[in-house]
């Protein structure tokens, strides 16, 4: 198992849609146990594959609840209004009260193909959402206002550049 480096916004794999995982084999068991190693290392609760520079459809989370995958997924019902800070892995050491549905679910398949769903309110109706938003290139930062966005990728801008204390 090893651990990888996190994308960080913006690079560009966080921004496209990732592809269908096609391959059920053993490559992606190694994927999901390097993905796992890598989010708890971080430490997250969630990590999904573009993070680590793959663009496939796949995450792994851990809300407290032991660690899980889900491929192909999406979300298939959401419901309630909830407002919480959330932050993300690649846009590091930033969090913003970010309004969702409280409760989501989502369906998609196992490492072997198998049919699952995951469900919740909380903390694992979040991950979720927040999760498959990286598998069709969205970082939280579009969940931002215009004027916070605007603001939000200047200082982001500024930090890249090493503006603030390089003299
Ligand atoms: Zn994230």
């Known amino acids: 198992m090893s651990i990888f480096p996190i994308r960080t916004f913006p690079d560009p794999v966080l921004s496209m849609r990732a592809s269908d995982v096609i391959d059920f084999d053993a490559d992606l068991r190694r994927l999901v146990d390097d993905m796992l190693e890598t989010m708890f290392a971080a430490p997250g609760v969630g990590l999904a594959a573009p993070q680590i520079g793959i663009a496939k459809r796949i995450f792994v989370a851990d809300v407290g609840e032991g660690p899980f995958v889900m491929a192909n997924p999406k979300i298939v019902s959401t419901s309630g209004k909830w407002k919480f800070e959330e932050g993300c892995l690649s846009v590091p050491g930033r969090y913003w009260q970010i309004k969702r549905p409280e409760y989501a679910r989502a369906e998609g398949v ?31 930062l579009a969940h931002l206002s215009p004027r916070v966005r605007r603001q939000v990728l200047k200082e982001l801008r500024e930090d890249s550049l090493g503006i603030e204390g390089t003299y």
């Open 110 to 140: 196992g490492l072997d193909g198998e049919f699952i769903a995951f469900e919740g309110d909380d903390l694992m109706g979040r991950v979720l959402q927040h999760e498959i938003d990286h598998l069709d290139g969205t970082v939280l």
